[in-house]
């Protein structure tokens, strides 16, 4: 296993620096990068004082022309009344006055010792940005995984030793419809019904606690968490049962008709030791090893419309906006961190593959 396992590092390597070579380059040569957001924001800025004026009765001044030559010696669209040092000096405070393939590896560099640096259009850190935001992408993600995983499997389970019954009829019924409701219409049906909308006021529907969250006790804490959490998660859950049930039913199934049941049926023992002695485990072993990629989830899994919806402060609103304007630091660390984890990840969910079945053996294969 220690050789497998060492074999698949070292295949890390070129994999991720393939990965984000590709999106590097891919990202850095699409139009409208963060020289241009900044440049369009100071032209607005401008043309607002510029109407300001025109209003205050100085149109004599403003009528005058302007330095339009730097658009054209730029190439920047949105560049006029800048001049050619004022864009050399925006190019400058980016870092974009450096050739691209220079850019390129100080980047990697950097972020070799997780150096992510600093946003280019909010004044923080990086990772301190990404610590602000990590609590409410926990939340949703962490509770929502939890109770998927203790609705879903124990209702696979009992939908297959229920096999063809109406219980079995019904209940694929409710997951596969639920399956099919928009998260973001249902979140907007739970804000009209219970967080003030038409009919009742249950449910806060802004940000992960209350104003007064620090005079709380303890046990007020944790109350006031759990309903602002409420909504947020119910939205997010809803159609979330439908894949893991199935998969857990059809598992069950299969097992259910092997040999080493029937064996086992014959040898007196009861349907329950059976199924959660025996068949359990077996059928569990798919489920059980895709947790570290269910981690994913926990942790990035963000909903942006639910964030919106609920008003809440995430990763998946941070990176958002964040692609909007073009804030180059915040998305290469995102994908950065998304790489290097899916591919341990991945390392890890074949280490437990092995761990959980010993018949498993990817260092045997050719």
Sequence with gaps: MLAYIFRRLL?????????????????????????????????GL??????????????????????????EQSGYRGAGGLTKEEIAEIERRFGFDKPIHERFWIMLK???VFDFGESLFRGKEVLE????????????????????????IPLGIRKAVRHSSRFDIWTTTIVLGASAIPAFLFAVLLVILFAG???????????????NW????????????????????IATVIGSFAALTMLTKNLFLDEISRQYVMTARAKGLTEDAILYKHVFRNAM??????????LIAVFFGSSLIIEIIFSLDGLGLLFYETTVQRDYPVIFATLYVFTLVG????????VMYMIIDPRIDFESRS
């Design 46 to 71: 401008a043309n607002t004082n510029v109407m300001q004026e025109r209003l205050s009765g100085s149109a004599n001044e403003v009528d005058k022309p302007r330095d339009i030559t730097a658009k």
């Design 285 to 294: 072993l798919v489920i059980v090893a895709g947790l570290p990629g269910s």
């Design 11 to 43: 295949l890390v390597v070129p994999t991720f620096f393939a990965i984000i070579t590709l999106n590097f380059f891919i990202i850095q040569l699409a139009p409208g990068g963060p020289v241009d957001q900044y440049i369009a924001a100071q032209s």
């Design 197 to 211: 909308g038409s009919f009742l006021d249950w449910f806060p529907l802004r940000g992960l606690t209350s104003n």
């Design 214 to 233: 620090e005079e709380l006790s303890w046990w007020g804490k944790i109350v006031d968490y759990f309903w602002h959490m409420t909504l947020p998660i």
């Design 129 to 152: 940005l990404i610590y602000e935001r990590l609590p409410v992408s926990i939340s949703l993600g962490l509770w929502s995984t939890l109770i998927v995983y203790a609705v879903s």
């Design 343 to 350: 591919l341990l990840l991945n390392i890890v969910s074949d």
């Design 110 to 112: 950097n972020y070799l």
